[in-house]
């Protein structure tokens, strides 16, 4: 696993509100800011974001048949990984920070490494199905795409649940609440592995590294090589009179092609850090670093791989024109729905109002002594 999913459920991070380095008071008074107010801000901002972001669009390609294709399909399968992501490990990454020892008792340390594991499994295979797809579209276009399709892909995105899941099943084998004794105090941790086996997080952190970050993106930019190859030669070898359909089919799976690349871009750019920092301090199992540039890098390398949990409808957003305008109209129905609410609630209050000032006014009831001022 990463530095996250390392951290996450094994009280990996150091203790930093005992830190005692020599004139470090401002240092310590920064270290206690971030902890208090830094780091629930971003994590609540990055669950909000992730939630509103990913439960739409997979509310769109529930209720919008057009968009049932076979690229939306995988793309709703990482918005659901995403969002068990956020629902579970972002919060218990969090209250890390707050609590000293862990508090989520066993189960959770078995169970939350499997979710997280799997969530990152469903991410990377899922942009490798993805990229497979669109290599299928652009260097194979006469492959017509069967009236089964759908039922395929969705088979398919099943199938990578199933293994990303089962890859995850070891985590929760190892995965073990010990007792740590630090400065005579005996607290519980959620360790991911054995404590007294060296090998066991060097050999992990390189498998991790390998599994879901080196080989996908390799068999990634082999498809996107070819991708690119087949764009080229098609620009040169196109002969002056094609077709307006034809120019626009290719120009639809030249741009789908350009948002699986974006969410490979993504995916690579927020887990790297993570992926990183993991094998290095899996390298250096035994030594603690509390100092404040250890806690900033360890913070940003987190906050990072969360956040690849919610920047893919967003950029599904700015890439999409079709995602865009199902998304801005669902954002006007709930408007429109608010609004109605609104003018529902004033009425159902003016009716009431007019009813107890009838009854307690006989005047009012029949219509005398009643001046237009009554009514405002």
């Not at 305008?325 to 129905?333: A, G, K, P, T, V």
């Amino acid at each position: 696993m990463d530095d996250t999913l390392n951290a996450s459920f094994s009280n990996g991070t150091p203790d930093y509100s005992n830190f005692t380095d020599e004139g470090v008071s401002d240092g310590r008074e920064t270290i206690h800011f971030i902890i208090r107010y830094v780091i629930p801000s971003v994590y609540i901002l990055i669950i909000t974001v992730g939630l509103l972001g990913n439960i739409t669009l997979v509310k769109i390609f529930i209720t919008t048949s057009a968009m049932r294709s076979v690229p939306n399909i995988f793309i709703s399968s990482l918005a659901v990984g995403d969002l068990l992501l956020l629902v579970t490990c972002v919060p218990v990454d969090a209250f890390r920070y707050f609590f000293e020892e862990w508090i989520f008792g066993t189960v959770a340390c078995k169970l939350i490494p499997v979710i997280q594991l799997t969530s990152v499994g469903v991410s990377v295979f899922t942009l490798t199905a993805l990229s497979a797809d669109r290599h299928k579209a652009i260097v194979n276009p006469m492959d017509i795409q069967t009236s089964s399709a759908v039922f395929w892909t969705c088979l398919k995105a099943i199938s990578i649940w199933v293994i990303s899941v089962l890859l995850a099943v070891p985590e929760a084998i190892f995965s073990q609440v010990v007792h740590i004794t630090d400065r005579n105090v005996t607290f519980p941790a959620c360790m991911p592995y054995p404590f007294s086996n060296e090998m066991h997080p060097k050999i992990h952190s390189i498998m991790i590294f390998l599994v879901y970050f080196l080989i996908p993106l390799g068999i990634i930019s082999v498809y996107y090589y070819h991708i690119a190859r087949t764009l080229i030669k098609s620009a040169h070898d196109m002969p002056g009179e094609v077709s307006e359909h034809s120019k626009r089919q290719m120009e639809t799976r030249k741009r789908l092609a350009k948002i699986v690349l974006v969410f490979v871009g993504l995916f690579a750019l927020c887990w790297f850090p993570n992926h990183v920092l993991y094998m290095y301090r899996s390298f250096h199992y035994r030594q603690i670093d509390t100092s404040l540039l250890h806690l900033i890098i360890t913070l940003l390398a987190r906050v990072l791989s969360f956040s690849s949990s919610c920047v893919n409808p967003f950029a599904l957003y700015l890439l999409s024109e079709s995602f865009r305008r199902h998304f801005n109209s669902q954002l006007m129905c709930r408007r429109r729905q608010y609004q109605e609410r609104s003018s529902s609630y004033l009425q159902s209050t003016s009716a009431i109002r007019m009813t107890s000032i009838k009854k307690s006014n006989p005047a009012v009831a029949n219509g005398q002594g009643l001046k237009p001022a009554v009514y405002i």
